[in-house]
């Protein structure tokens, strides 16, 4: 299969201090990778530098598809096809769900091909039902008094409207509880069986979730830099022994 992510020596500094040291990882299409790290180990730092966060600088480069994006602003990013869920995503009242989302699905299309509200709802509905979640939910404002469960949805909604290359998903396990992360993850599992190329790369400091999503490769980050790479047995390595294994 072939590569469609290759992040080559990439570092981030946050007020002169180094929090990504050099990381070194490519994607193949299709691919489920993740990254697992205790708290601190600049895996959101990463994320974000990944993203072009106007507020990480980074150094390092950054293909997509085959395209350098290294230089290029965060929603240009974007529009290439790259996709980050935040950690801890906003509230936005008075901008509803729907809104949000035809906003974002038109920025990255040209003019005349921009969708009106029939075909924009027409859409938005069938993502819904694919993904199981209710009507209603389009026409509320952006996370506004959402369960830590709904916010994920919003994400893997924006996800799915969206229709990146690549998806990075920063712990997109916190704040769950087990049933919610559970529905999440089916939700991640049927927008791959929908769509095979879509390449993840899942961000999490705890195991559970990968009792759900079956990776490919699983890379184990400490302080900043990727400090093993290997298949599902580091999670059950990881499980037993903790990260002092790989310290
Ligand atoms: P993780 O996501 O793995 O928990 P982070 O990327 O959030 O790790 O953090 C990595 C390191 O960078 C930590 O030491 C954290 O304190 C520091 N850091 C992250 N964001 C900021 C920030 N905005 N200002 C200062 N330090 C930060
Ligand atoms: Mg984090």
């Known amino acids: ?21 050099g990381v070194t990882l490519q994607l193949k ?9 205790p708290n601190g ?13 106007p507020s990480y600088e980074t ?11 290294s230089s290029l602003s965060a929603d240009k990013r974007s529009k290439k096809g ?15 769900v729907a809104n949000f989302l035809r906003t974002a699905v038109n920025s990255r299309k040209e003019k005349g091909e921009k969708s009106n509200p029939l075909k924009f709802m027409k859409l938005i509905n069938e993502k819904m039902e694919l993904l199981h979640i209710p009507v ?24 799915a409207m969206l229709d990146p290359k690549v ?15 559970k529905k ?9 069986e929908q769509n095979k190329e879509l390449t993840l790369l899942i961000i999490t400091h705890y195991q559970k979730m990968l009792d759900y999503l079956k990776p490919d490769h699983v890379f184990i980050m400490l302080d900043g830099k990727i400090v093993k790479k290997g298949g599902g047995e580091l999670v059950k390595q990881l499980e037993e022994e903790g990260y002092k294994a790989f310290r």
């Open 1 to 21: 299969m072939d590569e469609v992510f290759n992040v080559k020596d990439f570092h981030v500094n946050i007020k002169d201090k180094e929090v990504v040291r």
């Open 29 to 37: 299409k299709g691919e489920i990778s993740v990254i697992m790290g």
């Open 41 to 53: 180990a600049g895996k959101s730092s990463f994320a974000n530098g990944l993203m072009g966060h």
């Open 59 to 69: 150094k390092g480069n950054i293909v997509l598809d085959g395209e350098d994006i």
């Open 82 to 96: 790259l996709f980050l869920s935040f950690q801890n995503p906003v509230e936005i009242p008075g901008v509803t």
């Open 136 to 159: 209603s939910f389009s026409s509320r404002y952006i996370n506004e008094g959402f369960s830590g469960g709904e916010k994920k949805k919003m994400e893997i909604l924006q996800l």
């Open 167 to 181: 998806a990075i998903l920063d712990e997109t396990d916190s704040g769950l509880d087990i049933d919610a992360l």
């Open 184 to 192: 999440v993850c089916e939700s991640i599992n049927i927008l791959k």
